[in-house]
């Protein structure tokens, strides 16, 4: 099992980015993924997770910023990232638990700066 994150980048203050984790060696349906995140100098927090039947929880901190989708068919889980601000900064991951193991995928990092 191995996911890839990517979709990262240079962002402004109140502006927009996609990332996509892309599973592979498992199949996504039946199964939710969860996303993390890591400040510079923080340590890694849970943020959100869209389920297996694609209900969605955040936390209270990217609520109604933060959206997450899923395309079973595609194997891949979308994060839309809108209103950014510099406390969004960070690398941003994602994670399945698949057969009682987690399986991160390897960061994918976003920086919101002017």
């Known amino acids: 099992v191995q996911l890839q994150a990517f979709g990262g980048g240079l962002a402004q203050p109140g502006g927009s980015l996609r990332l996509s984790c892309a599973v592979s060696g498992m199949r996504l349906s039946g199964n939710g993924i969860n996303w993390y995140r890591q400040a510079p100098g923080k340590e890694r927090e849970f943020f959100g997770v869209?389920?297996?039947?694609?209900?969605?929880r955040y936390l209270d901190s990217v609520k109604g910023r933060f959206t997450f989708s899923r395309d079973d068919a595609k194997n891949t889980v979308y994060l839309q990232m809108n209103s950014l601000k510099p406390e969004d900064t960070g690398v941003y991951y994602c994670?399945?638990?698949?057969?009682?193991?987690?399986?991160w995928g390897q960061g994918t990092l976003v920086t919101v700066s002017s």
């Open positions: 869209i389920t297996m039947e694609s209900r969605t």
């Open positions: 994670k399945v638990t698949y057969q009682l193991k987690d399986y």
